[in-house]
């Protein structure tokens, strides 16, 4: 069984940076694309980066593009988010596939971790 841990939430002051982090353990995710959502309070879970199995290929929300980037090495993945927003707060999601497919800017993961807080103070 797959399981997602991430790591690096917390609180904020808008503008400023936070490094979230996500290990995998069960079975090992190198070949499979892997992603970032979040959910805010009383709206649906949305898309926010995506990586491809090699790290070469990205896709972004267009709400998070020029100010967070997605990236992986051989255990973790990781999501570095600058200039945070008001808007960013949210609880943040590491997911990832069973696979290398590819569906861009998507939410058809296979495996999700169990979330990571991150509140963004205005």
């Known amino acids: 069984q797959v399981q997602l841990v991430e790591s690096g939430g917390g609180l904020v002051q808008a503008g400023g940076s936070l490094r979230l982090s996500c290990a995998a353990s069960g079975r090992t995710l190198s070949s499979s694309t892997m992603g970032w959502c979040r959910q805010a309070p009383g709206k649906e879970r949305e898309f926010v980066a995506a990586?491809?199995?090699?790290?070469?290929t990205t896709a972004y929300a267009d709400s998070v593009k020029g100010r967070f980037t997605i990236s992986r090495d051989n255990a973790k993945v990781y999501l570095q988010m600058n200039n945070l927003k008001a808007e960013d707060t949210a609880v943040y999601y590491c997911?990832?596939?069973?696979?290398?497919?590819?569906?861009?800017?998507?939410?058809?993961?296979?495996?999700w971790g169990q979330g990571t807080q991150v509140t963004v103070s205005s």
């Open positions: 997911a990832g596939r069973r696979d290398s497919n590819w569906y861009g800017r998507s939410l058809r993961f296979d495996y």
């Open positions: 990586l491809n199995w090699s790290g070469d």
